[in-house]
């Protein structure tokens, strides 16, 4: 004797032999298994597709069959809706309206925050609602004035007080000395928090030169113009920016370095006093001080003291 596949012979007689009892009543499906006289079906799960013995998620959101009508996510056997910035999801269905007319709302109370978007190389780097961020010279910036709320009054941003845009992203293309500073930004009478966009490896040092002989020589363009450009510090830095006030029996200028470490007082000031003949027209002088000019002056605190180059000098 002998039996048709799916039966297994006992005796004389051929019986079912249930194909769902090994893997804990799974047999060879993945999800689902049913047996059946002589045979047995594999199925799945809703959100997933039947592959042979196996189940395989079913991506709705590329199959755009999710309903959501913004943002889809796919997950294992579903899908998540979500909604831009001023929708929620209907109580209704997974589609977004407007939070305000779904809540019956008009106005806000919630102030703006600031989110900063930074592209520097290839690399991208988000950073929400922080009171401060240090960027490296030439990267592109974005500063995102985030609202919450029904309102959507004018947005108007500030740097260091003083009006620079209207719209509700400030694009800085590429970044410079001169975008340094705090920025804040106001929607109707709501302002956001304040963030100190500063620049990653800049030093400034603030200088007095003695000059001990009388010159006709435009001595503050001559020192400028030999030291602008120049690469010190073992080449470690460069002298990107150069200003000067020249009162005839002194010289004080603010020079500016970008370099990747941390300059030492002693080394910049010995090779600063080496450049002071050729820089100055070989008139007699001496530096009598030197100190960091970027907000850190030699104390133990930078609490509330900022000096932005720009506008001191």
């Known amino acids: 004797c002998s039996c048709n596949a799916g039966y297994t012979l006992v005796g004389y007689n051929c019986n079912d032999i249930n194909e769902c009892s090994p893997n804990g009543g799974l047999g060879p499906c993945t999800q689902i298994c049913t047996n059946m006289v002589g045979s047995f079906t594999c199925s799945c799960n809703t959100g997933y597709a039947l592959s042979g013995y196996a189940?395989?998620?079913?991506?709705?959101c590329a199959l755009v069959i999710s309903g959501c009508n913004?943002?889809?996510?796919?997950?294992?056997?579903?899908y998540v809706c979500s909604c831009y910035p001023g929708y929620q999801i209907s109580s209704k269905n997974s589609t977004c309206v407007d939070s305000?007319?779904?809540?019956?709302?008009?106005?806000?109370n919630m102030a703006p925050s600031i989110t900063v978007v930074i592209k520097s190389g290839e690399s991208w780097n988000i950073?929400?609602?922080?009171?401060?961020?240090?960027?490296?010279?030439?990267?592109?910036v974005t500063l995102l004035?985030?609202?919450?709320?029904?309102?959507?009054?004018?947005?108007?941003w500030y740097k260091d007080n003083v009006v620079v845009s209207n719209v509700p992203n400030l694009v800085i293309p590429v970044l410079a000395l001169s975008h340094r500073g705090f920025y804040v930004c106001k929607s109707g009478d709501l302002s956001s928090g304040a963030v100190r966009l500063s620049i990653k490896g800049i030093y400034?040092?603030?200088?007095?030169?003695?000059?001990?002989?009388?010159?006709?020589?435009?001595?503050?363009?001559?020192?400028?113009?030999?030291?602008?450009g120049r690469q010190v510090l073992n080449n470690s830095a460069n002298i990107i920016l150069v200003n000067t006030s020249y009162s005839g029996s002194s010289l004080d200028a603010i020079i500016t370095l970008a370099g990747n470490y941390s300059i030492s007082y002693d080394i910049?000031?010995?090779?600063?006093?080496a450049l002071l003949p050729m820089a100055l027209g070989y008139v007699e002088s001496n530096i009598?001080?030197?100190?960091?000019?970027?907000?850190?002056?030699?104390?133990?605190?930078?609490?509330?003291?900022?000096?932005?180059?720009?506008s001191e000098i």
């Not at 004035?145 to 108007?156: A, E, R």
Request: net charge negative; proline share 3%.
């Open 55 to 60: 189940c395989n998620d079913v991506d709705e």
């Open 70 to 78: 913004q943002i889809c996510t796919n997950t294992n056997g579903s």
């Open 100 to 108: 305000c007319a779904e809540n019956n709302e008009t106005t806000s």
């Open 127 to 140: 950073t929400m609602q922080p009171e401060s961020v240090s960027v490296s010279l030439n990267s592109q």
């Open 145 to 156: 004035c985030q609202m919450t709320g029904c309102s959507s009054p004018q947005t108007t």
């Open 204 to 228: 400034q040092y603030f200088v007095h030169i003695q000059l001990n002989t009388s010159t006709t020589l435009d001595i503050a363009s001559k020192f400028q113009m030999y030291l602008l």
């Open 268 to 273: 910049f000031y010995n090779e600063l006093n």
């Open 288 to 310: 009598t001080s030197i100190k960091r000019f970027d907000g850190c002056p030699l104390t133990n605190s930078c609490a509330n003291k900022y000096v932005w180059l720009e």
